[in-house]
């Protein structure tokens, strides 16, 4: 039972989103009132009241501003608790690409009433611990969740028919890899390429085809967010910061930091 409790996190606020605390979680979120604006790939977008959103990459989501009458409700669902109660359907790899790019879902309102009445559910599984079949309560609860998203994401995006599934799931492979951290050793794209059995050129033009982005750009993307998050917490030194990402020497690293941030790393520490 309380592996659920680790595997489910519930919140009525956003603040914990791009944070260590949720950077395994897929966070599913409802707004039942107000808005709240976010940077999500460096790009701003709004949640508005009706509005539905998946983050899938939460550690590129930074800045969140809510209004002052925002009411949301975030489901957090670690990795394994997703692949639990995921249905049997190749569905999820090919909505998930696209949640990268377009995080947030506007429903109408019969379906908003379906996505409160989900989430509800799945608060009171959660807190019903004394059900002798808790945890296949809970699971079942985030499955129908999950269906009706598929559904939601469907109808949005009348189900990517020039997308096959063999595409999707290798965008979807090496969107793992960079979720893992492996930006951090490894920034060629060679090495992913290797580790998907493809070639660079294929993963390149594959992803490009899909996110609108070519592989390199998403390495590059993961690892200056996750720099910048490094940079503004003074406990690391730069010497620190320049060892975690692997960079050959620190003239390597205060060039990377100039090129991607506008700026040497000890004058973005002076902000």
Same mark, same amino acid.
């Given at each position: 039972?309380?592996?659920?409790? =680790?595997?489910?996190?519930?919140?009525?606020?956003? %603040?914990?989103?791009?944070?260590?605390?949720?950077?395994?979680?897929?966070?599913?979120?409802?707004?039942?009132?107000?808005?709240?604006? &976010?940077?999500?790939?460096?790009? =701003?977008?709004?949640?508005?009241?009706?509005?539905?959103?998946?983050?899938?990459?939460?550690?590129?989501?930074?800045?969140?501003?809510?209004?002052?009458? %925002?009411? &949301?409700?975030?489901?957090?669902?670690?990795?394994?608790?997703?692949?639990?109660?995921?249905?049997?359907?190749?569905?999820?790899?090919?909505?998930?690409?696209?949640?990268?790019?377009?995080?947030?879902?506007?429903?109408?309102?019969?379906?908003?009433?379906?996505?409160?009445?989900?989430?509800?559910?799945?608060?009171?599984?959660?807190?019903?611990?004394?059900?002798? %079949?808790?945890?296949?309560?809970?699971?079942?609860?985030?499955?129908?969740? %999950?269906?009706?998203?598929?559904?939601?994401?469907?109808?949005?995006?009348?189900?990517?028919?020039?997308?096959?599934?063999?595409?999707?799931?290798?965008?979807?492979?090496?969107? =793992?890899?960079?979720?893992?951290?492996?930006?951090?050793?490894?920034?060629?794209?060679?090495?992913?390429?290797?580790?998907?059995?493809?070639?660079?050129?294929?993963?390149?033009?594959?992803?490009?085809?899909?996110?609108?982005?070519?592989?390199?750009?998403?390495?590059?993307?993961?690892?200056?967010?996750?720099?910048?998050?490094?940079?503004?917490?003074?406990?690391?030194?730069?010497?620190?910061?320049?060892?975690?990402?692997?960079?050959?020497?620190?003239?390597?690293?205060?060039?990377?930091?100039?090129? =991607?941030?506008?700026?040497?790393?000890?004058?973005?520490?002076?902000?």
């Amino acid at each position: 039972m309380q592996e659920s409790f =680790n595997d489910v996190i519930i919140e009525k606020h956003l %603040f914990s989103l791009g944070t260590d605390k949720v950077k395994d979680y897929i966070a599913h979120i409802y707004c039942d009132k107000g808005s709240c604006e &976010v940077c999500f790939n460096g790009k =701003n977008i709004e949640i508005t009241s009706g509005d539905s959103a998946i983050f899938i990459a939460t550690k590129l989501v930074s800045d969140v501003q809510p209004s002052k009458d %925002f009411t &949301v409700t975030v489901i957090y669902v670690s990795e394994r608790y997703i692949s639990l109660a995921n249905p049997d359907n190749n569905y999820s790899v090919k909505g998930t690409i696209f949640l990268r790019d377009n995080p947030v879902m506007p429903l109408d309102k019969k379906h908003q009433q379906i996505c409160k009445n989900d989430f509800q559910q799945v608060e009171f599984r959660f807190s019903d611990v004394k059900h002798n %079949f808790y945890q296949e309560a809970l699971l079942s609860s985030l499955r129908t969740l %999950f269906i009706d998203y598929f559904d939601f994401h469907y109808r949005i995006t009348l189900g990517h028919k020039n997308i096959s599934s063999i595409q999707a799931d290798l965008v979807s492979k090496f969107f =793992n890899l960079l979720e893992h951290g492996d930006y951090k050793q490894h920034r060629d794209l060679t090495y992913y390429a290797d580790k998907l059995c493809v070639s660079s050129k294929h993963l390149s033009q594959t992803c490009k085809q899909i996110s609108g982005f070519s592989a390199n750009y998403w390495i590059n993307r993961f690892t200056v967010i996750e720099l910048q998050r490094y940079l503004k917490d003074t406990s690391y030194s730069l010497s620190d910061i320049a060892d975690i990402f692997c960079f050959s020497s620190q003239a390597y690293f205060s060039r990377y930091v100039y090129n =991607n941030l506008g700026q040497y790393p000890s004058h973005y520490r002076e902000k």
